[in-house]
Every structure is written in C-alpha cells, then in structure tokens.
C-alpha cells in the first residue's frame, strides 16, 4: 500500500506539472546562440524536470490557497503590526488546507487501490498524454556554420512537425533538412520522448542541408544580434527558509518594445534609452498617507533678531584690572567735507577721465586719418609707377617689333614709322630748299624710301618662310592630336581613334623627311618608309612622290652632293605635304582645311572681290558691324594700306580689347563691345571724339581708353568716353555725372553721343539695342555717311 500511494502521489505531481507546462509546442524563442555557449547547456541539462516544478508538497495548494499567498505577497509593504497578523492568518490557513488535500489524497489512492485494471490503463494513457504535451529545450546545431538554434518544442510531436517549424523559421523547403543526434540521422517518425528527452529538460540535435549549394543553412539574424540569454537559472527561497533552483526559459517576443524615454548629454550628444522590460511593475497598497502636498513644498521663513556678545559689555582699567594698549589706535578728526565739496571733487576727476580719454581718442582719429592718407600716396604712388610701367612696357615692346617683326600688324607699324619719316622729311625739304636743290632732295628721299621698302620687303619674305615652317609643324600637330573631353569629374580625358594614329605616323614621317642634316644610310632608310607609306593608294600623286624618291637614291648612289639635291628634297616634301592634306590619304584632316572637300558648302559663301577680281570665301573678308562685307578682301586692302595710307591699327586693337575686358568685369552678358570691329573703333576715336581725351585733349593714341559715360549702365558707342589712362581713375569715382561735371561740358559728351547714335543706327545689328532716347533735337542738321579721316598725329620723340 505505500509502494502504491507513492505512485499515486507521482501520478498527481506529474498532473500538475502538466498544467503549468512552458508556452505551447512549437513556440520559438528566436534566439540563436554561439557554438560555443556551454555554460548554458550545462546548466540546461543539469535542470531535472523536479527543478522545473513545484515539490509535491507545494504541488498539493488548491487555487484557493494559491491566491491567499499571492494577496499575502502583495500586502507585504503594510505596516508591521498588519502584517504580522496577515502573515500568521494566512500560514494558519495554509497549514489546515495542506492537511486537508493531503488526507483527501490518501483517500482517493486507498479508493483507486480497488479498481479494476481497465481503470488504471486510462488513467496511465491520460499521464502519458500529458507528459507527451509538456515541452523540453531542443538546442539545434545548424552544420557546417555552426550557429544554434534554441527551441522551446512538445516532446509529445515527431521529428517531421519539428522540422516544419524549422524550415518555416529558416525559409527553406522542409525537405532538404536532416536531423541528426550524435552523428546518427533521426527518423522523422519518431518523437523527443522516444529520443529520450525528459518533460522540461533540454537535448542537443544537429540538422543539416541535404543541398547545401542551393539551400544552405543560414540563420536569418546574425549571433551578434542576439547576445541574450535563453535558458537561465534562478535561485528562489521557500516558505521554509531554504533555497531551490528553477530553470526558467526567456520568451522573445518578435514586436519591438515601447519607448520609455530617456536623455541626452549635452556636451557629447549621446542619447540613452530607458530599458524596457517583460515583468510588470509590483504594485504598492495605498497606506493611506498623502505624499505630495503643498506643505512639502513651502520653505518657511521667520526673522530673529540678535545682539552680537562684543557689543553688550566693554571693560576697561581699573583698580585690579590691567588692559593692553599695546593695539590701540589713535584717530585724530579731519577736516569736515561739505556735500559741495565732494561734488565738486568727484566733476574735477570725471573732467580729468574724459579729457584723457578724448585726448586717447583723437590720437585714435588722427593715427587713423595719418594711415589713410599713406595708404591713399602708396595707393596713388603704385598707380603712377605702374601707368609708368606699362608706358615703358608698350615702348619697348614697340621698339622690338621695329627691330625683329614677326606678325603683319609689325609689318604695319615699319610702314606707319616710314611714312612718318617721309612726311617729316618731305616738311623740312618744304621749308629749307627751294628749286633744283630741291628736286634733288626729293629724289634723294625717293631713293632713300625705296631702299627701306625694299629691306622691309626682304625681312618679310624670310619671316613668312619661317613662320610657314611653324604653320605646317602646328598644322601636322593638331591633326595628330587625341580627342579630348572633360569628364563629370573635371578630369582631363584622351582617346586616340585610328585616324589620329594615322595621321600621327604621318606627322613623325614628315618631319623626319625634312630633317636638315642626316647621313646617307639614314636617309636612304627614311626614303624606302616613305615610298612603302605612298605605295598603299595608287594614284598620280603617289606616282610622282616614288619616282622623285628613285630619283634621289639614285643621284645619292652616284655621289652627287647633299647641296645639289636640295631642290629635289623640297619637291618631295611639298608633294608628301600634299598627300598628308588629302583626306582620302588622311581623314583627320579634314575637319582642318579651309576648303570644304564638298562643293556645295561653297555654294553661298563665295564673294567677288573687285580690287583682285577674285571669288574669295567670307572668310577672306573683313566683316564691319553692319553686317555687309567690304568690296575688297584682306590682301588687297593690305597691300592698298601698304601702297598709300600706310596706317597702323594696332592702337585701335588695344582700344578694343581693354574695352572688352572692362566691360567683362563689370556685365558678363555685355554684347555690344563685342560686335564692335577695329573700323568701328576707329571711327568713334578718330570722328566722334577727334583722337582726343575729353578732359585735357591728350592725343595718344597709345594711351587712350573708352569708359562708361553713366556708371549704371551698359557700354555702348551713345554711353562711352575717351579719356586718358590716368583720367579713368578719377571719372570711376563719379556717381552722378550731372552733379559732378558742368552743364556745358555735358552738353558736349551728348553731343558726341548723337553722333555715334546716328551713325550705328543704320546698323540692323547695333539698332537693336538702342535706347528710347528722341533723337530730334539736333533736328535735321546732321547727315550721317562715311567719312575717311586720314589724321596726321604729333610726333612721339618717345618712341624714338
């Protein structure tokens, strides 16, 4: 009967822990952990299903007695003296219905003792039932990573439905896993209890991907991520005062949890969040005593008068008593200062104080205004040393283009200083020689003229044979260049095609035909590169350029001399230049040459020059600002320039161009400066303001500049002025020219300006930008045409 009252007892206990089983079967913690986590399997496995439940005693309280020990629990913070009779109420009543159950316990086994066998076979497959439903932790090897998997799983279900739930949590076919324990795979029928997994305990499997190339084993959130624990193990103390381990598994839920608030450091920035956790807060009963009042808050304050010990009794010598005088002071009365006095003492300082500090600060101003006005001399003193530079820079770089001319423009300044020469000299024959004495003079000077025009002419031809030397080699370059392009990061970018390699190997071949001084062999070795270069494309040219090569081998085979061949070598390199700039022979060129190779290109851009009676294209042309070409082309007008006028424009271009960058500086959309040609220019300097400055009439033309009229508006032949390069800095300064200047003066400049505006209104170009100015009050008076002005300036001894 013991035996069987003991098994009776188990039966009930393994009841009762079937109803405060773990959460339902196949419920994932979610949590994976390191291989290498052995602390936790051990304590996993040294949890018995004991440790895990209540002790049978405990097992036993009804739910009654449960909740008079949870209100027990909860009355703990009430007084001492209530809680001590609560306490004794409560662990009385406990006692009495511990008794109770276990005397009905004994009972209902002594009663069961009797019943036939088919009674206790259901009640033993209604425990089994109930054990099969209680959960165990499955830890679960993911092979060959080696990542963990922590399962809370009924060990009741079979491997098959503990598979499911795993391929569910890893997103992989349930078919491609295999489950393993101690290297032996696991039938999917069978269950945990039959592997020997105990009711709460733990067990350690190994699963694996039966295709690990298309479906490997991965889990779905790093180790890293999770470093908490899932299985813990937690000491509680029981009603008799000893202590009992629990194992306690830790449920993640997947929801994020609740903002509780938090701070922020101020000096660093960093936030820090309050933690929120999974136990509800405890509450406390209401002792019934109000906490927060407003007399906690309240700060009292009263006054209290006191009377200090040293003042309320003084001692002094007498009879038996003795007093140091050792520390005494005498104080002797001053003389009595009046309310007007003092007044008047404390204005006398104040006056003193604000006469230095005024002292201070006109120092101050005057050390300022002695700074600004050196800043202004220095200022002023830079201006004129680098006005005086640039005088002197223009007059060398004018005496070094007399001396070595290298452009046309310095071929036009020889010829201004010769015709100056001759109009000085014709004068002074003029005015010192009469009759045959001055015919003789005149022919005298003729020959004198032509002898220079004659050493110009020289000069010229051998400048153009070097800078056609210099046009080729620059001509050769460009079409051997690699296209370029900037890229989006600003860098530099350079491809080669096939042509520029072409023409690149053209380039090298040339220049080493025209080398001046090589032996023999050499050029024996670049003439066979040459002729097998042509020998690709048959034609006439190709033809010509072979037989002077076999001309020049052969002469060279004779032992003619290098200088006597040198006339054939120029034939050969003019006909290989010829071959280069064929497109056929070299497409790169194409893009480079002035004639378009299609014959319809030319159809609207040839004009018949009526001085050479040529058909020249636009280009030949000198363009003025109304848009309409000159009857002559550039060449004739040259040398019409050369033969009679013999004017230098060079002026009128550095006009120009001090104008353009000016007026960049101050408008970068500026567009009239910009259809203005040197005709134009020289029209407004030498027409409307006679090669003059408007303030002290200064004739140089080297020294002349145009400048905005009215500061607040754009540049334009109706809104300028000539002036001087050292009167610009002074008009700059003008902000109202109507208040600063007189009205007679102004009358003047708007003189000049209807002129101009006249002028360029017949140009369709410039009439576009003309203001809404009337034009009609110098009524019908004024007629404007073309005029040619031939104006003879002052001698320059400078420039000599």
Request: net charge negative.
């Amino acid at each position: 009967m013991a035996e069987q009252r003991e098994d009776e007892e188990q039966e009930v206990t393994g009841e009762e822990e079937d109803t405060a089983t773990s959460p339902p079967s196949g419920g994932s913690t979610g949590a994976e952990e390191e291989p290498g986590s052995g602390g936790e399997e051990v304590q996993a496995d040294k949890s018995t299903p004991g440790e895990a439940c209540l002790t049978p005693g405990e097992a036993c309280l009804t739910p009654d007695v449960l909740e008079e020990v949870e209100d027990a629990e909860t009355q703990a913070d009430l007084p001492d003296d209530t809680e001590q009779l609560e306490e004794s109420q409560t662990a009385e009543n406990a006692g009495n219905l511990i008794e109770t159950d276990m005397l009905r316990m004994e009972e209902e086994a002594e009663t069961q003792a009797g019943l036939p066998d088919e009674t206790k076979q259901l009640r033993e497959t209604q425990t089994k039932e109930n054990v099969g439903n209680s959960t165990a932790t499955v830890k679960v090897v993911l092979v060959p990573e080696g990542h963990v998997m922590t399962v809370a799983f009924a060990i009741g279900l079979s491997i098959q439905e503990l598979k499911c739930h795993l391929a569910s949590e890893l997103r992989l076919p349930a078919e491609v896993l295999q489950i393993s324990l101690d290297g032996r795979v696991v039938e999917e029928k069978q269950s945990l209890i039959e592997l020997g997994v105990r009711p709460h305990g733990s067990t350690r499997l190994e699963m694996s991907s039966t295709d690990p190339t298309t479906h490997p084993l991965r889990p779905l959130r790093p180790p890293e991520h999770d470093n908490m624990q899932d299985v813990i193990t937690v000491r509680v103390q029981t009603d008799d005062g000893g202590f009992q381990e629990v194992v306690v598994e830790i449920e993640r839920l997947r929801q994020q949890k609740a903002f509780m608030g938090g701070y922020r450091h101020r000096l660093t920035g960093a936030e820090y969040h309050h933690a929120a956790v999974q136990t509800l807060p405890k509450r406390r009963p209401d002792r019934g005593v109000v906490v927060f009042s407003r007399d906690t808050q309240t700060v009292e304050l009263k006054s209290q008068a006191q009377q200090c010990p040293i003042n309320v009794s003084t001692q002094m010598t007498g009879i038996g008593c003795y007093v140091s005088c050792m520390n005494d002071k005498l104080v002797t009365p001053g003389n009595y200062i009046t309310a007007e006095e003092y007044h008047n003492r404390r204005l006398r300082a104040v006056i003193c104080l604000q006469s230095f500090a005024r002292r201070w600060l006109a120092q101050q101003a005057v050390d300022q205004l002695r700074r600004e006005r050196d800043r202004r001399l220095a200022w002023l003193e830079m201006q004129e040393r680098r006005r005086r530079e640039e005088k002197e820079e223009q007059l060398r770089d004018r005496r070094q283009r007399w001396l070595s001319p290298q452009r046309r423009e310095d071929f036009n300044l020889l010829y201004h200083a010769l015709e100056k020469w001759r109009g000085e000299e014709e004068q002074r024959i003029n005015s010192s020689l009469q009759g045959a004495e001055r015919k003789a003079a005149f022919c005298l000077l003729l020959e004198q003229e032509t002898r220079l025009i004659a050493a110009i002419g020289c000069h010229r031809i051998a400048v153009q044979n070097n800078n056609y030397d210099k046009t080729i080699r620059c001509f050769l370059d460009k079409s051997a260049a690699p296209h370029q392009w900037r890229a989006a990061d600003g860098r530099l970018v350079e491809m080669d095609s096939q042509h520029t390699i072409r023409a690149r190997e053209l380039r090298d071949l040339y220049n080493n035909v025209t080398l001046p001084a090589v032996s023999q062999e050499q050029r024996l070795n670049i003439l066979m590169i040459l002729k097998h270069t042509v020998k690709e494309h048959e034609c006439q040219l190709t033809w010509d350029i072979m037989d002077l090569i076999d001309r020049e081998v052969d002469l060279m085979t004779r032992g003619v001399k290098a200088a006597s061949l040198e006339g054939l070598r120029k034939r050969i390199c003019t006909l290989l230049l010829q071959y280069i700039k064929t497109p056929a022979f070299n497409p790169e060129v194409a893009k480079l040459l002035k004639v378009p190779q299609n014959s319809s290109q030319l159809k609207n851009d040839m004009f018949l020059c009526h001085s050479c009676h040529r058909y020249l294209r636009s280009a030949n042309f000198s363009p003025a600002a109304s848009t309409r070409l000159s009857g002559q082309c550039r060449d004739c007008v040259r040398l019409d320039n050369i033969a009679r006028s013999r004017d230098d424009f060079s002026c009128y271009k550095n006009i120009l161009r001090r104008l353009r960058a000016d007026e960049q500086q101050l408008n970068e959309d500026a567009k009239i400066p910009f259809l203005l040609q040197v005709e134009d220019v020289r029209y407004l300097v030498e027409v409307v303001w006679a090669s003059r400055s408007a303030f002290h009439a200064s004739s140089d033309l080297y020294n002349l500049v145009f400048a905005r009229w009215e500061r607040k508006r754009d540049w334009s032949p109706w809104n300028c002025i000539l002036l001087s390069k050292e009167e610009i800095s002074a008009h700059l300064e003008v902000q109202d020219v109507h208040k600063a200047y007189e009205a007679t003066f102004i009358r003047r400049i708007e003189h000049k300006h209807m002129l101009a505006r006249r002028h360029f209104s017949q140009i369709p170009v410039m009439a576009e930008y003309l203001d809404s100015q009337p034009d009609a009050t110098l009524g019908n008076q004024l007629v404007s045409k073309s005029i040619t002005v031939t104006v003879k300036h002052a001698t320059d001894t400078s420039a000599r």
